[in-house]
């Protein structure tokens, strides 16, 4: 699964014209209307024929994006953060499994307790 989401993709569903410049913006966690005005700028800064050479290749080479890639905005926003710095991300992960393994420690705690009130509810609910 992590190939399919690293993966430099055309976004048709974005796009104004062939998808590359939403594809980078997709890619990359930046706004699209910036990655668009940054390339007319670089076009007309000289990079001419540069400039249009490589989104003609980039249209040609890169797949189109799967409709499906992602579940809901935070898994999008998730695997941009992978892409932009993957040992931040991975941290990230473990922050949270061991705030939830932590939490669970302690409601383990809190149930194998000699809790008198919590032992009464639990007989009381069966």
């Given at each position: ?100 393994d ?13 809790n ?11």
């Open positions: 699964m992590t190939g399919l989401h690293s993966k430099f993709y055309l976004d048709k569903q974005n796009a104004k014209w062939k998808g590359v410049c939403s594809g980078i913006a997709d890619y990359t966690g930046v706004d699209v209307v910036w990655v668009r005005i940054a390339t007319v700028i670089l076009t007309m800064a000289g990079g001419f024929p540069w400039t249009v050479i490589a989104y003609i290749a980039a249209a040609w080479a890169a797949p189109q994006k799967p409709i499906d890639l992602y579940i809901d905005q935070n898994d999008r926003k998730f695997w941009q953060g992978v892409r932009q710095s993957p040992t931040r991300t991975t941290r990230e992960v473990r922050s949270r499994f061991r705030d939830v932590r939490r669970l420690a302690d409601m383990e705690v809190y149930y194998t307790s000699k008198t009130r919590l032992a009464d509810e639990i007989e009381s609910l069966r």
